[in-house]
């Protein structure tokens, strides 16, 4: 049975002709029913359509990515990570002494050599620096001048509490999140830094419960800023800007919580109308049940990531998830032809779904992921929509158990601002894998790597990188069977075609 | 692009004294990009001035050479900003005034971003920049023309919607501190249009943009930023008029194509923005939950619940949903029961790619229902 259209109440408009053209390209990418095969992720395909990139470089179109080269190199080496893959000690090396070339003189990173400090590549080096660096010279780590990115990020301070995403630049809050992975992975988080952000970042949820690219703020004709004048969102809700507002606002909470004694009002957003509206921005079945990026627009295959993902988020929000469900409450019985709905635990979007878009639209044939087909693929799409897919697999939630694990091993520091170090580093460390909570489509050779639901970075990746930078030990965790590892090797120009894979987790 | 006798600028004598600096020195970089000769030529002169320092008349030549090969780049954007103000300014720091607008700089940089913005629709930068300068010569009003304009190109791009919405904010929202927000500041001498009537022509230019997508939810969350959004304006402080107006308003557009969640969400929006409960909408819901045979159809006009039209089809989902929360709203049992008949419905027949949704709202809604009947 072909799957109904979304309806258009015999009323065409721009909006329903564009949404029919894309549901009849997409019927074509639905599997027929008497096919039994589950779809494939064609990893070897996407390998060669990263190392292609990698090692041979990107073709001139990509000149409009030219102040992008930090997201151009995190986005392929991320999905070498979710891939399962990893760099051989060499390339690792040359990733690194690229990545230190963009690094700026007055603090923060570039979008290339030469070019000014910007929110946005500083999240993208550093990231990919959490991924191929190390400690020590030549490494990355030690060279990343931490308190010229501080420095740097307070120059871009607003009264509103937002940040330019650079000087002369726009503030949005992508530069937001940007700033605040960066200031929490690299331990540079203050409650100086972060006052009122809090308050911007509720400021630009809209009627409809998902989050705009910035809000306005009402000023005095003396030029205070009025705190209880209207700051409305500029621009309608959209899944981009929702994500980077909502970890934004997960990121914010050890400050938060740090402030909760005191008097001041507390800024605060509307789960219940967010929720709504995350969950609405997944397309029916003829869609596949890709995620759009706004009312009324397509289905894309990088919302797969910016809305799919959200829903971790939402957990830590006390919002879905077993840890948040109530035990006497479920299962219940609500007459289905089950009987009961007893699967609380695999979240408030259809992650079944959402797995079959990535691998039965987004995937292109020649290798790379897209947005939709007929599109090509592009290094960004092929990041975001793995991101997505290993989302929809794994169920990475905050453990509270982990969590007290975390905090129990910390070593207090004379900081003063060590209480809120400790709850950075615990709350960043508290997302936990959880066992037996995968659910992949296509079986064991589909599977990606979990990702971290805040940083976008492995697991592991996200947990090394700020346990040396916190300067603390991590416990252990209790790990499940791990795949073994072979000794590294990786692509390199000898190897373009096959490039032999290191496993990681 | 590029006439084909224009010289790069390694060619040209006048850039003669200036060492062209490459990206990558002692480098052999993993992932390069296939750069045009034009481009890498152009951009290691860029490095080489950034790096000097120079702010003069051919750096805003060479800024602009780039910007056309690649609008996305910020860095260029930035240095011609400065640049362009520093020559505009050379002796007292920066302040915006009315004059500015006829000042020749001016005219031909506006004159080139009203180029490129209709080039480059999609980049952040080209918007951003026209904001620097407007912001300079407090001229919003022709602004308004020119993004009506690229909205014809683009109905529902993000950056034109959001310079719209942030150009009425900066010149004219409440509390009326048009301005503040840029870096130079010294705004206590109002010199620039500011006022009500910049807003005077929002509301029909959003009935414009309805009537071209009924669906073009850019065009609703404009309606609702002019309307709900920015504070109260003058000739709307009857707040109960316009909330009824408003929803005169969304209702007859449901009712043209009920299956439009951006018309509910607005509805939903104005019932929550003015804490109206959702049971004051239920008559003028309750018909679009219905299959469309069971409607009657009599020719009573009703602008306060008027019915679905000829072609709609029915149930709408949105409706189905909007009923589950009005039922769900009246806090007892046989309201949640009706509300979780509701959900069960959408969950099993009417929306089942959101079940896990419906199933959780149905467990909340007896949870709180359980709460409430434990408290009392
Ligand atoms: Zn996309």
């Given at each position: 049975?072909?799957p ?10 721009a ?14 990418h639905?599997?027929?029913?008497d ?8 990893k ?20 409009s990515?030219?102040a992008s ?5 995190f ?9 399962q ?20 003189p007055?603090g ?5 050599p ?9 999240y ?12 020590g010279t030549?490494?990355?780590?030690d060279q990343i ?8 990020f307070?120059s ?10 650079a000087?002369h630049?726009e ?7 940007c ?5 929490t ?8 830094l ?6 911007f970042?509720?400021?630009?949820q ?28 500029l621009?309608?809700a959209h899944?981009?800007?929702t ?17 909760a ?13 967010l ?14 049940g ?19 993902g959200a829903?971790?988020?939402?957990e ?20 289905t ?29 020649a ?14 799409h ?6 997505g ?6 169920h ?25 170090r ?9 997302w936990?894998e959880?066992e ?18 805040v940083t ?11 346990s ?14 791990k ?10 120009p000898?190897?373009?075609?096959a ?7 | 692009?590029f ?11 006048e850039?003669?004294?200036v ?7 002692n480098?052999?970089?993993l992932?390069p990009?296939?750069?045009t000769?034009?481009?890498k ?14 702010k ?13 090969q ?11 900003y ?10 007292s ?12 700089m001016?005219i ?7 180029e ?14 026209r ?19 690229s ?8 950056h034109?919607?959001?310079?719209r ?9 409440a509390?009326?501190?048009g301005g503040?927000?840029?870096?130079s500041s ?5 010199d620039?249009?500011?006022g ?17 997508d009924i669906r ?15 504070g109260?304006r003058?000739g ?24 439009n969640?951006?018309?509910w ?12 409960p ?6 003028f ?9 069971s ?8 602008l306060?619940?008027?019915?679905p ?5 029915l ?12 039922h769900?709203?009246?806090?007892t ?11 069960k ?28 009947t434990n408290?009392?």
């Amino acid at each position: 049975m072909t799957p109904r259209p979304v309806a258009t109440d015999a009323f065409p408009t721009a909006t329903s002709r564009a949404q029919a053209e894309t549901e009849a390209v997409l019927l074509k990418h639905i599997a027929a029913p008497d096919i039994q095969q589950d779809p494939v992720l064609d990893k070897t395909s996407h390998m060669q359509f990263l190392v292609r990139n990698l090692v041979q470089g990107f073709p001139s179109r990509y000149i409009s990515q030219d102040a992008s080269q930090p997201w151009l190199l995190f986005w392929t080496i991320q999905s070498f990570s979710s891939l399962q893959v990893a760099l051989d000690p060499a390339n690792k090396q040359r990733v690194i002494d690229k990545v230190m070339k963009w690094q700026h003189p007055d603090g923060g990173f570039g979008g290339g050599p030469g070019q000014a400090a910007h929110l946005l590549p500083t999240y993208a080096s550093v990231c990919t620096l959490a991924v191929v660096g190390r400690s020590g010279t030549g490494g990355g780590w030690d060279q990343i001048d931490r308190a010229a990115i501080y420095k740097f990020f307070m120059s871009l301070k607003q009264n509103d509490g937002s940040f330019l995403v650079a000087h002369h630049s726009e503030v949005d809050v992508r530069g937001i999140y940007c700033l605040l992975v960066v200031a929490t992975l690299l331990d540079i988080l203050t409650p100086e830094l972060v006052e009122g952000t809090a308050e911007f970042i509720a400021s630009c949820q809209t009627y409809e419960g998902g989050f705009a690219s910035a809000s306005h703020p009402s000023y005095s004709l003396g030029g205070e800023l009025l705190p209880h004048g209207p700051r409305p969102p500029l621009g309608e809700a959209h899944g981009g800007y929702t994500f980077c507002a909502l970890a934004s606002w997960v990121l914010l909470q050890p400050y938060l919580a740090s402030i909760a004694n005191d008097s001041r009002p507390k800024p605060a957003i509307n789960i219940d109308s967010l929720l709504r509206w995350l969950v609405h921005m997944q397309g029916i079945d003829i869609e596949l049940g890709g995620f759009k990026g706004r009312t009324n627009k397509l289905v894309d295959g990088c919302y797969s990531w910016w809305c799919g993902g959200a829903f971790s988020l939402l957990e830590a929000l006390g919002v879905g998830g077993l840890q948040n469900a109530v035990s006497e409450e479920v299962p219940i019985d609500s007459g289905t032809p089950e009987g009961v709905w007893d699967d609380v635990d695999e979240g408030l979007l259809n992650r079944h779904a959402l797995q079959e878009y990535v691998l039965s639209a987004g995937q292109h044939p020649a290798g790379g992921l897209r947005d939709k087909p007929p599109k090509n693929a592009d290094a960004y799409h092929t990041h975001y929509c793995l991101s997505g897919l290993s989302s929809a697999q794994h169920h990475v939630f905050p453990s509270k158990l982990r969590r007290s694990q975390v905090e129990e091993a910390w070593e207090a520091t004379d900081s003063h601002n060590d209480a809120m170090r400790k709850r950075c580093f615990s709350e960043i460390l508290s997302w936990t894998e959880e066992e037996g909570g995968s659910h992949i489509i296509g079986g064991q050779n589909n599977r990606v790597n979990a990702t971290h639901p805040v940083t976008n970075l492995t697991m592991t990746h996200t947990e090394q990188f700020v346990s040396y930078f916190y300067k603390q030990k991590v416990p252990a965790r209790i790990l499940r069977k791990k795949p073994t590892t072979s000794p590294a090797s990786a692509p390199g120009p000898g190897t373009k075609d096959a490039p032999a894979a290191t496993t990681t987790s | 692009m590029f006439d084909d006798d224009e010289l790069l600028f390694s060619e040209r004598p006048e850039w003669s004294d200036v060492t062209p600096l490459e990206q990558y020195e002692n480098l052999n970089p993993l992932a390069p990009i296939f750069y045009t000769d034009e481009y890498k030529d152009a951009t290691n002169y860029l490095r080489a001035i950034v790096k000097s320092g120079e702010k003069t008349k051919r750096v805003l030549e060479l800024t602009e050479n780039i910007i056309k090969q690649n609008p996305a780049h910020y860095s260029a954007w930035q240095y011609r900003y400065e640049t362009f103000i520093t020559l505009l300014f050379p002796s007292s720091p920066p302040k915006p005034s009315k004059a500015l607008a006829t000042n020749p700089m001016v005219i031909a940089e506006l004159a080139l971003m009203d180029e490129l913005a209709v080039r480059f629709l999609k980049t952040y930068q080209v918007w951003h920049h026209r904001r620097l300068l407007v912001a300079l010569t407090r001229q919003p009003r022709r602004e308004l023309g020119f993004i009506k304009k690229s909205l014809e190109a683009d109905a529902k791009n993000y950056h034109t919607w959001s310079y719209r919405q942030w150009t009425l904010a900066f010149f004219g929202g409440a509390g009326g501190g048009g301005g503040v927000a840029v870096e130079s500041s010294d705004e206590n001498d109002i010199d620039f249009e500011v006022g009500e009537d910049l807003w005077a022509g929002e509301l029909d230019f959003v009935d414009a943009m309805l009537a071209q997508d009924i669906r073009n939810n850019s065009a609703w969350h404009h309606r609702f930023f002019v309307v709900w959004g920015c504070g109260v304006r003058e000739g709307e402080l009857d707040r109960e008029r316009i909330s009824k107006r408003e929803l005169i308003f969304v209702k007859q557009h449901i009712s043209f194509a009920p299956n439009n969640p951006s018309a509910w969400n607005y509805l939903r929006g104005i019932l929550r923005h003015t804490s109206t409960p959702f049971s004051s909408v239920a008559a003028f819901a309750e018909p679009y939950t219905s299959s469309k045979e069971s409607i009657s159809r009599d020719n009573i006009v009703d602008l306060d619940n008027p019915r679905p039209g000829e072609g709609a089809e029915l149930p709408c989902s949105e409706a189905l949903e909007f009923m589950a929360d009005v039922h769900e709203a009246k806090t007892t049992e046989e309201g949640v029961n009706s509300a979780v008949e509701i959900w069960k419905n959408l969950a099993t027949e009417h929306d089942t790619m959101r079940k896990k949704y419906w199933e959780h709202r149905i467990r909340s809604a007896h949870r709180s229902l359980n709460t409430a009947t434990n408290a009392a």
